[in-house]
């Protein structure tokens, strides 16, 4: 028998999820839950890492006795450890504004082009490198102090261990890892003058990286999106999958990077996955426009649960009105809803006006634009997809997975709703030698997890919704 903790940081929770593993068979349950919700802290938008820390300490309490211990959350985000070791700042997290034109910036320093070429990573303000351009141009003494830069899982395990290393599957949301070797792009690192003694030598997924009271640490796929893919149960040939959560994570998994200059433009993206391949996929702002309309109606007054507003959702006029999920203006915090109604207004649709009909637009536009990277994946994989897995907090939006399917045309099948927490699971319980590989924990996930299938229905109607939807992403 083995047990095994598992912290998985989320937008707005973190988790402790504690595992046993005995005789084939896989139990487990949430033993702590705990706020993660960034501060304003001397101008920027920052992780609690001494509260997170504390809730980390209660979860492992709360655990009792455990073999190891792994740590997953979102990408990009960093601290920086001093000469002993120390935190030198709470970490900055991606949604600050800090990284406002950086992207201009780096255009001058290294083209995109040439930029994506090197690191096959979709080109987005929020990625590391472009964090570590702005630190430059900010705080250039704060760099200068630094000795050593950790991911945010790594910087977790660092804490219970001291440990210093990096992830694989973490340091390709970086855009500062080589697509094709695996390891730092030199030329990168020099044209934008970020030494390379900086990174933490690189550690594969599934690593045992130190010990804590007597329990492996182990480097899990610190990325949130590649655990939850580790747990994807036993796909069939031909499947792509969505990790969906705040974030859309939609894509297919490969022997190689794809790097041409038609993946570029079509802002798709190559990340390590745990078992070594390659996760060719599309980021989406995803369950992000629901929880923070929610969180404004709260703000009004109006506390609707998740049930309730996709019932409000079910109950409009569907295929009225769509936005484009990842126009600029839905990624800051804020009143989604109006926002909502402004793209509407501009770009000449019927303007959504109770919350029902906003939640209408919201929901088949996330639809929609699942088809729309589908599409763009197959282009330039030239696979035909078969069926899309669906992981996951989204997996329990049924109204989501159905149009899901309406608009993809494909099967759905969802499951497991604690994707991340079982990758995480899995990936430790192969570094302790209980399973052979993360095939055997998929099967091991199918055997044990419910799925749910979802049929397209209504083809005809969401196939001409889908031309309409086409124009509207290219007037916006």
Not at 279 to 305: A, C, F, P, T, V
């Amino acid at each position: 028998m083995k047990r095994v903790l598992a912290f998985d940081f989320g937008a707005s929770s973190g988790r402790a999820i504690l595992a046993q593993y005995s005789d084939g068979a896989l139990t487990y349950r949430e033993v702590h839950r705990f706020e993660n919700r960034p501060r304003q802290a001397d101008g920027h938008f920052r992780w609690d890492f001494a509260d997170l820390m504390e809730n980390v300490h209660k979860g492992i309490e709360k655990a009792g006795e455990f073999d190891s211990i792994g740590f997953d959350t979102w990408g990009v985000d960093f601290g920086l450890l001093d000469e002993d070791g120390r935190l030198l700042e709470d970490p900055i997290n991606y949604r600050d504004g800090r990284t406002a034109g950086m992207l201009e910036q780096a255009e001058k320093i290294m083209p995109q082009a040439e930029l994506y070429g090197a690191t096959g990573s979709q080109i987005m303000a929020i990625n590391t490198l472009f964090q570590l351009l702005a630190l430059q141009k900010e705080q250039p003494e704060l760099l200068k102090q630094a000795k050593r830069l950790l991911f945010m899982p790594d910087l977790f395990a660092h804490a219970l261990c001291g440990s210093e290393v990096c992830e694989t599957t973490i340091a390709s949301t970086s855009q500062m890892l080589d697509a094709k070797s695996g390891g730092w792009s030199k030329p990168v690192l020099e044209a934008f003058n970020i030494p390379e003694r900086l990174l933490a030598p690189l550690v594969s997924s599934g690593s045992v990286v130190g010990e804590y009271k007597g329990a492996k640490v182990i480097a899990v796929a610190g990325h949130d999106t590649q655990c939850a893919v580790a747990a994807m149960p036993d796909p069939q040939p031909g499947a792509a999958f969505l990790s969906c959560g705040t974030w859309s994570l939609i894509g297919c998994e490969l022997d190689e990077p794809v790097l041409t200059e038609q993946s570029r433009e079509l802002a798709l993206s190559n990340e390590r996955g745990a078992n070594g391949k390659v996760n060719y996929l599309k980021n989406i702002i995803g369950l992000w426009l629901i929880q923070e309309s929610r969180r404004q109606w709260q703000r009004e007054g109006m506390d609707y649960s998740f049930a309730q507003l996709a019932q409000m959702a079910l109950e409009a006029e569907p295929l009225q009105s769509f936005i484009d999920p990842d126009a600029p203006e839905f990624t800051p915090p804020g009143d989604i809803p109006a926002r909502v109604r402004e793209f509407c207004r501009r770009t000449g649709q019927p303007v959504p006006e109770t919350v029902g009909q906003v939640m209408c637009c919201v929901y088949q536009s996330l639809a929609l634009k699942y088809r729309f990277a589908l599409e763009q994946l197959s282009r330039s994989t030239g696979q035909s997809f078969t069926a899309l897995h669906i992981m996951g907090g989204g997996a329990q939006a049924q109204l989501l997975c159905q149009m899901t399917a309406n608009s993809i045309g494909l099967p759905v099948i969802t499951g497991p709703i604690e994707a991340t927490a079982l990758g995480n699971i899995l990936i430790q319980l192969v570094a302790l030698g209980e399973l052979k590989n993360l095939d055997e924990g998929r099967a091991l996930i199918a055997r044990t997890e419910p799925v749910q299938r979802y049929q397209p229905e209504d083809t005809a109607l969401w196939n001409s919704s889908f031309e309409r939807y086409k124009t509207i992403l290219k007037e916006s």
